[in-house]
Each structure stands twice: as structure tokens, then as C-alpha cells.
């Protein structure tokens, strides 16, 4: 851990300049209490650095919480050893790639799934609770529950050091969800213009409690993060019946944990009740299950919160980028792809590129700096990747 100052701590050995220089603009906000905490997958990001964990008092900044609302990881344990499983994985990947839309703009054609109806009942009744319609957001909003997305969304089988096989997955609130980010960082933006209120950047434009556009935000993120939990679960569901169909017997699941990594609520931390955004960030509070993936081809963990408070009960989310995806297309080659990837099943494609692990910081480094904030329970290797384009 490194104090930089009384308004920022990092947990960052491998830190760029450009990322400290965005961090110590984002806590000379007024309202950050008590200090704004770097996890040790920090990277640039939009409006907010990505890895790090914002405690802002009666007031929300829109742009750092981001634009995919509730992005998280899921994992299921499954009662599978590495020999249960068939010897041809890719049955299974292609099994999967035709169950769960994937890509930005890949949607299911239609509902099906009587889960997938139970969980879009849900989201409506909770969508009209707050007094809002997601349709005039994204009218197909309904189709997009169960649909993973591209980036480094993914979708894993992997094998954990007993050689337990595990499910794991990372997706977030699509697009339902990040058109209702990008509204309210207008909004905000639009307010702190209207209020003649200087910033030092213009994605730090923040929504004040009290007022209609915050209640507004809070009630339509709280929707989001919720489409986001229930998005994963949705897609958890459907790669155990692709699982159970390919092993033969039906997954047993021992375990289960779903976790958001960006994402806000309300916590209390050194005295004082706080907006808290994890923007790249998971809760580790004392005993709490985490899951923290690597890269495309590097480890997974599985992980407990050890309550760190200095680290307002955070840890990191996953690597963190150490190349943008321009520059990592332009530094590596699909050849250093597929020795990155030797040994398992994924589709080949150039369109993974940005997505090669070494594009990313070493997930061992960053796991050495979180050591003081959770504890590893289980390290996962992956066999079978899937990801859109």
C-alpha cells in the first residue's frame, strides 16, 4: 500500500503516470470521503479511473460508477472432476455459442425459457416500482436478458487446483444499461453547467441528493445493477444445461457467487455513511466470496474479502488493461494469440486480439498486491473460452 496523499491510497505496484495523474484529479473532488482508494489492477479510464473505489458523501459522479451499469462476474462449482468430462471440448463451446447471444449486438430472437420470462416479470415490476419504462431506453431491452456482449466479456469451463470444474462468466447490463449511464452522465453534465460549477473534468460531473435527477439516477442504476445480476444468472443457467447435456449427467451445482464490479451503494466507512463506487472493483468485506478473472488464457480467482478498511473493504476485479485494444492490435500478432491460448478450446479468430493476455498487467502481480485485501481460495485455469466479436 502507498499513501500518495490524504486523499488517495493505492495498492498498485505497477501504476502509469497517466492513471495516477486521473486518480489525483478525481479525489481533489470535494465530497470524496474519506480517501479515494487505488486497487492494484488500476488503469485509465473514462470519466474515472478504472480500479478504484470513490466514497463520495450526498453526491454520486455518474461517469465513474460508468457506462456498464451492475458488469460483474458469476461462477458455479459444479460436483464434475476434470475426468468426467468428454475429451472433445469444442461440442460443448459450440453448444454454448449457439445458446447465449453473443457480441454487442447479438440478442436473443425471441423468449423461450420459462426462467428467462420468471426473471424479465421481475425486472418489469421492479422497472414500474421505480417509475420508469427501460423501453425508452432500449426497446428490445427484454431480448437482451441471457445475451453476453464483446470486450472482454467471456464465458468459461475451467478447472480449479483439485481439477474441479467450475462455470465462470463476466457480462454487465448491456445496452439497456449503458444507455441509461450515458443519459445521466448528461444530465449531470447539463446540471453542473447550469449551476456554474467548475470541474476539473467534464465526465466528473456529479449528481447532488436531494434533487429529482439524483433520485432519478439512483432508482434507474439500482434497476440496472439488478438486470445486470439477474443477466448473469439468466446466462449461468443456460451453460450448465449446455454443461449437463455435454457431460450427460445434470450439474450439481456445490457452489454459486455472483458479484458486480462497477457498480454503487450506500456504505458506511470511517464514521460517515457514504455513496461508495467500485468502478473496477469488488466488495471484500470480512468473509464476503469474490471472484477476480484474470485474461483471456491466464488464471481466474477465487477469492474472501478480508475487510481491509484503508481499501474501504475493496479488492481488485481482474488484470487490468496495460495496453489499449488500439495499441495492443498493433503490438501483437495472432500467432502470439494462439500460444497464449495452447491448450484451449476458443474460437480462433483475429477479432480476440485486443484480448490477448498480454495486453493486460500480469494477473499475478496484481493478485501479490491484493494480498493484504483477500484471500485466495481457489486458483481456476480455463479449457474452454467463448467471447464475441
Known amino acids: 500500500m502507498e499513501k500518495i496523499n490524504d486523499r488517495l491510497v493505492n495498492w498498485a505496484s505497477l501504476l502509469e503516470d497517466n492513471t495516477r495523474q486521473q486518480a489525483e484529479v478525481t479525489a481533489t473532488m470535494p465530497f470524496i470521503h474519506p480517501h479515494l482508494a487505488l486497487m492494484p ?123 474441479r470444474v467450475w462455470l465462470f462468466l463476466h457480462s454487465g447490463s448491456r445496452g439497456v444499461g449503458n444507455r441509461i449511464a450515458q443519459h445521466h452522465i448528461k444530465v449531470a453534465r447539463q446540471l453542473c453547467e447550469q449551476w456554474w460549477i467548475p470541474l476539473p473534468h467534464k465526465d466528473l460531473a456529479y449528481l447532488v441528493e436531494g434533487t429529482a435527477e439524483f433520485d432519478a439516477y439512483l432508482r434507474e442504476l439500482r434497476w440496472a445493477q439488478h438486470f445486470a445480476l439477474l443477466n448473469r444468472e439468466e446466462m449461468m443457467d443456460r451453460v450448465v444445461h449446455d454443461v449437463s447435456h455435454w457431460v450427460g449427467v445434470d450439474v450439481m451445482e456445490q457452489e454459486r457467487i455472483n458479484c458486480h464490479h462497477n457498480y454503487t451503494e450506500k456504505e458506511r466507512h470511517f464514521g460517515k455513511d457514504v455513496w461508495l463506487s467500485r468502478k473496477g472493483a469488488i466488495n471484500a468485506e470480512s468473509g464476503r466470496p469474490g471472484l477476480i478473472p484474470g485474461s483471456m488464457g491466464t488464471a481466474s480467482y477465487v477469492v474472501v474479502g478480508k475487510g481491509n478498511p484503508v481499501a474501504l473493504n475493496s479488492s481488485p476485479h481482474g ?71
Request: net charge negative; charged share 25%; aromatic share 6%.
Open 41 to 163: 489492477d488500476a488503469h485509465l479510464g473514462l470519466g474515472a479511473t478504472v480500479g478504484s473505489v470513490i466514497p463520495t458523501l450526498r453526491a454520486i459522479i455518474p461517469a465513474a460508477v460508468g457506462v456498464d451499469i451492475g458488469c460483474g462476474m458469476i461462477a458455479v462449482r459444479t460436483q464434475f472432476s476434470a475426468g468426467d468430462l468428454p475429451e472433445d471440448r469444442s461440442v460443448v463451446r459450440h453448444s454454448i455459442e449457439r445458446s447465449i447471444p453473443l457480441s454487442a449486438g447479438g440478442y436473443n430472437r425471441r423468449i423461450t425459457r420459462e426462467h428467462t420470462q420468471t426473471r424479465l416479470d421481475e425486472l418489469s415490476a421492479m422497472a414500474q416500482d421505480a417509475g420508469f419504462d427501460p423501453a425508452s431506453y432500449a426497446k428490445k431491452w427484454d431480448v437482451q436478458l441471457g445475451s453476453l456482449g464483446s470486450g472482454n466479456h467471456f464465458i468459461e469451463v475451467s478447472l480449479d487446483e483439485q481439477d
Open 319 to 389: 488484470a487490468g488493461r496495460a495496453y489499449s485494444r488500439s495499441a495492443a492490435r498493433k503490438a501483437f500478432t495472432s500467432d502470439q494469440l494462439r500460444a497464449a491460448m495452447e491448450g484451449i478450446e476458443y474460437r480462433d479468430t483475429d477479432a480476440f486480439l485486443d484480448e490477448i493476455p498480454q495486453a493486460y498487467k500480469d494477473i499475478d502481480v496484481v493478485m501479490a498486491d491484493a494480498a493484504d485485501l483477500v484471500e485466495v481460495r481457489h486458483t481456476l485455469r480455463q479449457i474452454v473460452n467463448v467471447k464475441g466479436d
